[in-house]
T-cell receptor
């Protein structure tokens, strides 16, 4: 069975500071990996994904994440936080090559301080 | 192109009542998923339709939950009778084709259900 752990249910950063949201997974095979973002009163929006190939993936709004198989991690980063980045972020995994369900972490609420 | 839509956006009902949630996936998407997030917890899978067939309903909590997808278009999720622990946000997602095989799902805004 797969599981996803997001360290820190709440993270606060100052505007312009580095954003680092942590995600570790447990899976019997290397899964596909995703970060979704939920802005207030909106649905989940895909930020970025890793399926195969380059382990450093870039997403929308300046976010990127690196798949580290040896550490079973897929941490999300952004060099400089913007006020508009305030949202809840979810890491998720799925079985490769199938259209099966996503397994989510518990989410991290990002607050950006002026 | 319209995204995934869900109705209602909020529902407040009393314990023992019935509620029906609706999801309209992106047109042409064969895969439709229901997920639920209970307050403060992770988003959990409920079930997966491929067209009108239930592909996987392993996440359905009990037989008070009934999901249908007649004609392979929109889906409904009925809770009857509702219990306090059913409160949460119910998300619907859809996917199609190669993107779906890569796990890329498009989510609706969710229905917030409160059972009093």
């Amino acid at each position: 069975a797969q599981s996803v752990t997001q360290l820190g249910s709440h993270v606060s950063v100052s505007e312009g500071a580095l954003v680092l949201l942590r995600c570790n997974y447990s899976s019997s095979v290397p899964p596909y990996l995703f970060w979704y973002v939920q802005y207030p009163n909106q649905g989940l929006q895909l930020l970025l994904k890793y399926t195969t190939g380059a382990t450093l993936v870039k997403g929308i709004n300046g976010f990127e994440a690196e798949f580290k198989k040896s550490e079973t991690s897929f941490h999300l980063t952004k060099p400089s936080a913007h006020m508009s980045d305030a949202a809840e972020y979810f890491c998720a995994v799925s079985d490769p090559g199938s259209a099966r369900q996503l397994t989510f972490g518990s989410g991290t609420q990002l607050t950006v301080l002026p | 192109e319209a995204g995934v839509t869900q109705f209602p956006s909020h529902s407040v009902i009393e314990k023992g009542q019935t509620v029906t949630l609706r999801c309209d996936p992106i047109s042409g998407h064969d895969n439709l998923y229901w997920y639920r997030r209970v307050m403060g917890k992770e988003i959990k899978f409920l079930l997966h339709f491929v067209k009108e067939s239930k592909q996987d309903e392993s996440g359905m909590p009990n037989n008070r939950f009934l999901a249908e997808r007649t004609g392979g278009t929109y889906s409904t999720l009925k809770v009857q009778p509702a219990e306090l622990e059913d409160s949460g946000v119910y998300f619907c997602a859809s996917s199609q084709g190669r993107a779906g095989l890569r796990g890329e799902q498009f989510f609706g805004p969710g229905t917030r259900l409160t059972v009093l």
